[in-house]
C-alpha cells in the first residue's frame, strides 16, 4: 500500500490492511508465518516541511531458527508504533552536521509517496529480539557432534581449554631440548 503526499494534502489518511505471508521480503532467515494485521492513520503534520506522522498497531507471527539448537522458533509480534518522516532532501540539506537527539527517531522519505510494506518490515525487525530462542530452557547442539541436546542427551565430554596460552606453550615445546 502507497500512502500519497497529495492525499494527506487533503485529509488524514487511515488504513486497516492484511498483509499475507510472503508480501514482505524480512531477512534471509526470517519467514512471516500468519497474515500481517494492521491499522492506524497516516496525517501530513507541517505542510510545509512535509513531515509525516504515521501512527498504527500490527500483529503477525514471525518464524526464525533458534540461535541455539537451529529448529524453528515462533514469535508472535503486537506493537503499536508512532513514527515521523520527513522528505530525505531536508536530510541532505543538513549536510553531516551532528544529529540532535529528537531528531534520531525521525526517518526520511524521497519522493511524495511512502510504502507502508516497507514501514511495517522496518516495524517488525526493530521488534524481534536480538538474540532468537525457540524456549529460555533451550539447551542447544552439541558442538562436537553435532546432536540437538533438547531431542537426546549425547554425553560428549567437552573440555574447554583455555587458548590464551597455546602460542606460548608451542614455543616452549619448540624451545625444549630432545634428547
Not at 64 to 76: H, I, K, N
Not at 115 to 143: A, W, Y
Request: proline share 4%; hydrophobic share 35%; net charge negative.
Amino acid at each position: 500500500m502507497l500512502i500519497s503526499l497529495q492525499e494527506l494534502e487533503l485529509r488524514p489518511v487511515q488504513f486497516k490492511v492484511d498483509i499475507p505471508a510472503g508480501e514482505i521480503e524480512y531477512d534471509a532467515k526470517l519467514k512471516q508465518a500468519s497474515v500481517l494485521h494492521t491499522q492506524g492513520a497516516a496525517e501530513l503534520v507541517n505542510h510545509a516541511l512535509g513531515e509525516i506522522r504515521i501512527r498504527g498497531s500490527l500483529s503477525v507471527t514471525i518464524e526464525a531458527p533458534c540461535d541455539r539448537c537451529l529448529e524453528a522458533a515462533s514469535f508472535p509480534v503486537q506493537k503499536d508504533f508512532d513514527l515521523l518522516y520527513y522528505p530525505s532532501d531536508e536530510y541532505e540539506a543538513a549536510g553531516e552536521e551532528e544529529i540532535r537527539d529528537a531528531e534520531s527517531e525521525v526517518a526520511y522519505y524521497e519522493g511524495d509517496r511512502l510504502n507502508l510494506s516497507e514501514i511495517l518490515r522496518e516495524v517488525v525487525l526493530l521488534t524481534l529480539p536480538m538474540q532468537v530462542v525457540c524456549s529460555e530452557s533451550c539447551k542447544g547442539i552439541c558442538p562436537a557432534c553435532g546432536q540437538n541436546r533438547n531431542v537426546r542427551d549425547c554425553h560428549c565430554r567437552i573440555e574447554s581449554a583455555d587458548d590464551r596460552w597455546s602460542k606460548l606453550r608451542a614455543l616452549r615445546t619448540e624451545l625444549e631440548p630432545r634428547h
